[in-house]
Antibody, heavy 119, light 113 residues
């Protein structure tokens, strides 16, 4: 069974940094594209970033490009989202997700972790 | 970016009645080489992550009840719940995964009348 266990959220001041982690189990981690999707309180879903199976290729939403870095450690089956220069509008629940076989977007989601950017 | 627009924003349906949610994309999400629409539907209940219901516009994810039906092609899509059950009260999102940035509709809140 696919399991995605997230950690690392919390309260941070504007301009600060935070690193989210997502520990994966139950599937071939190194063979899977992985992603982050966020949801501001009471709002809809926003794709944030994706990373290739090897970690060589990453994609980012314009809203986080240059501030967030998505990486993975395939030896530890773990994802990392380094978030710098945080803004109040980055306040959201962040979900790590696993892409399915080609053509199946986000069949598996982590439990979500809340990031609050506020002074 | 492809803009996804859902209608209505909110929908009140009686138990056992049909619910239909529409989703329109600002450009086609039909991939001509395989004739597949890169359109998915998700269900989200309060306090939970979204759950994938439908992909390729009309293929149900494993374990999804057959009362959920996706249809449409190109730029216009629908999700129909044929007979609303208590556990179907939720917010529903469409998503295009034709091109990055992958984008979602604003969500449709389905509740009991």
């Amino acid at each position: 069974e696919v399991h995605l266990l997230q950690s690392g959220g919390g309260l941070v001041q504007p301009g600060g940094s935070l690193r989210l982690s997502c520990a994966a189990s139950g599937f071939s981690f190194s063979g899977s594209v992985m992603n982050w999707v966020r949801q501001a309180p009471g709002k809809g879903l926003e794709w944030v970033s994706s990373i290739s199976e090897s970690g060589d290729t990453t994609y980012y939403a314009d809203s986080v490009k240059g501030r967030f870095t998505f990486s993975r450690d395939n030896s530890r089956n773990t994802l990392f989202l380094q978030m710098n220069s945080l803004r109040p509008e980055d306040t959201a629940i962040y979900y790590c997700t696993k892409s399915g076989t080609p053509g199946i977007p986000f069949p598996n989601w982590g439990q979500g972790t809340l990031v609050t950017v506020s002074s | 970016d492809i803009v996804m627009t859902q209608s209505p924003d909110s929908l009140a349906v009686s138990l056992g009645e049909r619910a239909t949610i529409n989703c329109k994309s600002s450009q086609s999400v039909l991939y001509s080489s395989n004739n597949k629409n890169y359109l998915a539907w998700y269900q989200q209940k309060p306090g939970q992550p979204p759950k994938l219901l439908i992909y390729w516009a009309s293929t149900r994810e494993s374990g999804v009840p057959d009362r959920f039906r996706g249809s449409g092609s190109g730029t216009d899509f629908s999700l129909t719940i044929s007979s609303l059950q208590a556990e179907d009260v939720a917010v529903y999102y469409c998503q295009q995964y034709y091109t990055i940035p992958w984008t979602f509709g604003q969500g449709t809140n389905v509740e009991f009348k």
